[in-house]
């Protein structure tokens, strides 16, 4: 598609069923039998109803949480550090997003360490991730190096005995897990890779918005100068600071009202 053309599409977003290609290329990339009504009746439609918890008022408890696991992996990252360290700046964004994201929709594992689990699991995923747009384009996987085995990975973690162990898991995820041991005919591994997919969904665009965003920031002093401004005006009149030792508590609607922070992530988001 002509990238200049891309505005008129989603315009016409209502016309364009996006179900249709999903279905069949989800299925493929995540390795889960297609979503057939006939095999897996109300399956698809009781996974959409769950999305109301991701919508609006609902959202809030999600929002605190990713609020203070980024927090959490911000300041671990800033004990660890003992000096200015350049990294990759895509990188970062990815370990950072990954990192809260995960801890915010699948807890934690009460005994196993819980870092070396989500940043293991971390450069799985990007590897995963960078071969993503050769399996929606259909090029057989095999064809694709390693990516099947780490595909293999990334799902046994999600297996139903391992999701059982987990403390903490976040609603939308308890939900999905009670509706897809509803299905007998859906095998442990099937399940898993529907929680994998999942995984995908939540990182796989706000890590590359976060990059974007980051990236439009640095470059432009004078927009990063006036999201800031826009900020510390939001903490001042919530009484609150930022620094290494604050810990900073701002709301799904006060969040809302961030307009400039907001447009710059719409603008990527059409873009
Ligand atoms: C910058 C952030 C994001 C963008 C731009 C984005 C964009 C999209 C788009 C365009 C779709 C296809 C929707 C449709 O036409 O039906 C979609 C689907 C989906 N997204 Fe996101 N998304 C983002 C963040 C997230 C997050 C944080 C989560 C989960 C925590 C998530 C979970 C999902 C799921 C589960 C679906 C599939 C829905 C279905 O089965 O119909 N997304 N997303």
């Known amino acids: 598609m002509d990238p200049t053309q891309f505005q008129y599409v989603i315009r016409n977003g209502k016309k364009l069923d996006f179900h249709e290609f999903s279905n069949e290329m989800a299925s493929r990339t995540f390795n889960y039998p297609r979503l057939s009504e006939s095999k897996f009746p109300q399956l698809r439609d009781s996974m959409n109803k769950i999305y109301k918890i991701m919508q609006g008022k609902p959202l809030d408890k999600l929002t605190d949480s990713m609020m203070i696991n980024l927090q959490r992996v ?82 046994q973690f999600f297996m139903p005995h391992k999701m059982n162990t987990r403390h903490d898991l976040a609603e939308v995820i308890e939900a999905r897990k009670d509706i897809l041991e509803n299905y007998d005919v859906l095998r442990d591994y099937d399940k898993a890779a529907h929680h994998f997919a999942f995984l995908w969904a939540s990182v796989g ?67």
């Open 205 to 271: 665009n706000t890590i590359p918005a976060t990059f974007w965003a980051m990236y439009y920031l640095v470059r432009h002093p004078e927009a990063l100068a006036s999201v800031r401004d826009e900020i510390d005006h939001l903490l001042q009149s919530t009484g609150q600071k930022r620094g290494p030792n604050c810990d900073i508590h701002i709301t799904r609607e006060q969040l809302d009202s961030l307009v400039l922070l907001g447009n710059l992530f719409s603008f990527f988001y059409l873009h």
């Open 74 to 155: 911000f300041k671990w990252k800033f004990s660890q550090a003992t000096d200015w360290r350049t990294e990759n700046m895509y990188q970062f964004c990815c370990s950072i997003m990954f990192e809260a994201s995960f801890m915010t929709l699948y807890g934690r594992d009460p005994v196993a360490d819980g870092r070396n689990v989500i940043s293991e699991m971390r450069e799985k995923f990007t590897k995963f991730d960078a071969k993503f747009p050769y399996l929606v384009v259909n090029v057989p996987i095999a064809l694709l190096g390693n990516t099947k085995s780490i595909r293999e990975e990334l799902i």
